[in-house]
T-cell receptor, first 114, second 114 residues
């Protein structure tokens, strides 16, 4: 089955700096890669996703890159703000066919210091 | 429209008991997945239901089971509870369009086994 590794497990940055979180996956059939943000005591919420036919996607201060050959994808947050502090999860799935199972990385606790 | 609703929000059970958790998906979403979230293991996939059928199952013992009703609402049951079953149980609903597979999470049910 799919295995997703996520690094680092904790990341502390100064406000205004950039943050990068990296994930690798094992199943070459995976074609959908979402990123979720989970604030303390709240539900995970999708912040950005990318499909395997795209190499990069941006949404304001966040971007995701995908390297299918190397089977890794990364989340980039620029100009970080204290409200970006949360746990971030990457995930992978084969969204085609009948498989809607998301395999998650173990999460990255991002702390943005004012 | 209403989001994913999980009930109850909190539960305290004794070892050996059984428990049933409920999840009402977003209207129109026919796929419901369940995840166990623990501090050490992150989000782990339990199972996924679509049209009252279990399509995918994670690596959990048979004590964990679920079902889905004709209105897409889903329940999961854990029998013979163990201390290690203490966790946040999250359900997520999604559409079944392969190009629109965002999973929307509920607030979760916090289960404590004593």
């Amino acid at each position: 089955g799919e295995n997703v590794e996520q690094h680092p497990s904790t990341l502390s940055v100064q406000e205004g700096d950039s943050a990068v979180i990296k994930c690798t996956y094992s199943d070459s059939a995976s074609n959908y890669f979402p990123w979720y943000k989970q604030e303390l005591g709240k539900r995970p919420q999708l912040i950005i996703d990318i499909r395997s036919n795209v190499g990069e996607k941006k949404d304001q201060r966040i971007a995701v890159t995908l390297n299918k050959t190397a089977k890794h994808f990364s989340l980039h947050i620029t100009e970080t703000q204290p409200e970006d502090s949360a746990v971030y999860f990457c995930a992978a799935s084969n969204s085609g066919g009948s498989n809607y199972k998301l395999t998650f990385g173990k999460g990255t606790l991002l702390t943005v210091n004012p | 429209k209403a989001g994913v609703t999980q009930t109850p929000r909190y539960l305290i059970k004794t070892r050996g008991q059984q428990v049933t958790l409920s999840c009402s998906p977003i209207s129109g979403h026919r796929s419901v997945s369940w995840y166990q979230q623990t501090p050490g293991q992150g989000l782990q996939f339990l199972f996924e239901y679509f049209s009252e059928t279990q399509r995918n199952k994670g690596n959990f013992p048979g004590r964990f089971s679920g079902r889905q009703f004709s209105n897409s609402r889903s329940e999961m049951n854990v029998s013979t509870l163990e201390l290690g079953d203490s966790a946040l149980y999250l359900c997520a609903s999604s559409r079944t369009d392969p190009l629109n597979t965002e999973a929307f999470f509920g607030q979760g049910t916090r289960l404590t086994v004593v």
